[in-house]
């Protein structure tokens, strides 16, 4: 989030010099899974990290949070599930399908066609949040990661919004 350049004006022989917080190695990456159950409300289920830049820290999720996510829905909605997946890289990798064909008695996972971000309801949760935390002038990355914790517990307490992002798939959903 670098700030916007502009022009302004400052003492003749003195270049103006603003300075600007914000700018570091860190980043937030943000990971979800919009839920339904016949007979309940909609559910959000998500885990945020923050990178922080220091060495041998994870820059975003890596399989074994994948795998911890997946796991932790299953707990919280108690019963089998089916998982629509993308094609995220990381969603393909062999250790992952591994587990998935592992727990194939409590698993079913669909694959996503390539390019397909409208059939994903996920993506309609990451866009009110991208879009209320991308105009954040956050001083830190502990200020960003709250902000982004808030805007997702919003959606989590308004499951009539969760509702909405599965129906705009258009993906029908038999109970």
């Known amino acids: 989030m670098t700030p916007p350049r502009a022009r302004t004006r400052g003492r003749i022989g003195r270049t103006p010099v603003v300075r600007v917080r914000g700018r570091g190695p860190g980043r937030v990456s943000m990971a979800g899974m919009a839920c ?35 796991v932790r829905a299953r707990i919280q909605l108690g019963g089998p599930l089916v998982l629509v997946r993308d094609n995220a890289r990381i969603h393909l990798v062999p250790p992952l399908r591994a587990f998935f064909e592992a727990n194939a008695h409590w698993l ?68």
Not at 59 to 66: E, I, P
Not at 147 to 173: N, W
């Open 36 to 70: 339904c159950k016949p007979g309940e409300r909609s559910r959000l289920i998500y885990a945020i990290r923050a990178y922080r830049g220091r060495k041998g820290e994870p820059k975003g999720f890596g399989r074994c949070d994948f795998h911890d996510l997946i």
């Open 108 to 175: 079913t996972v669909f694959q996503l066609p390539a390019y397909a971000p409208d059939l994903n309801p996920q993506e309609g949760i990451w866009s009110p949040v991208e879009r209320d935390i991308g105009n954040l002038a956050a001083a830190d990355l502990g200020r960003l990661t709250r902000a982004a914790k808030r805007e997702l517990k919003m959606i989590q307490y308004r499951p009539h919004l969760v509702d909405g992002c599965l129906a705009g798939t258009g993906l029908i959903m038999d109970g």
